[in-house]
């Protein structure tokens, strides 16, 4: 099924659930209900942030927007995972979704040299786990100033806004684990 299809379906229960009308989780998201609508039926393919934003606003987890209910033992390969473009290039590939029974996310996350990824955070008490694998990371957590290479890993509160930044000549490649607790 592809990804808009999925966001759509899942906006639509997560919305009814929560007892929500269209105005009401576009003034919680900052999204038009126009926008909101178009997603829900499938016509939209929104951007991450986008997805991020109507997370917070229902107090989801970002995977929780994306994740196809499937029963039993799952065996995820990375090709058949659809990618989730960063604009300036650059992707972001969900292997596991939060659930009812998992509390975390696992992503792996790919930038050109050069490009950034400005993450406006993942809601109260959300830590974020990284591990660098190829490349060079410098990453902005509010304030602070973090720079990271191939082996180097990392734990941050993650419910404000941060910026990975690939640093280096090569392309950058981590793996990252939002945990909500």
Known sequence: MEISKIIGENLNRLRLEHNLSLGKLAELTGISK???AQIEKGEANPSINTVWKIAAGLRVSYTALLEQHMP???TVRRKDIEPQFVEGGGQLLCYFQSSN???FELFEMEL???CHYDSPGHGERTE???VV???ELELSIGVEQHRLFAGDAIRFPASGQHIYRSAGAAP???MVINYYG
């Open 172 to 174: 950058l490649r981590m």
């Open 133 to 135: 694998e190829s490349g």
């Open 72 to 74: 039993g033992g799952v």
């Open 112 to 114: 050109e040299s050069g």
């Open 101 to 103: 029974t998992r509390n």
């Open 128 to 130: 974020e786990y990284l």
């Open 34 to 36: 126009v926008m909101l």
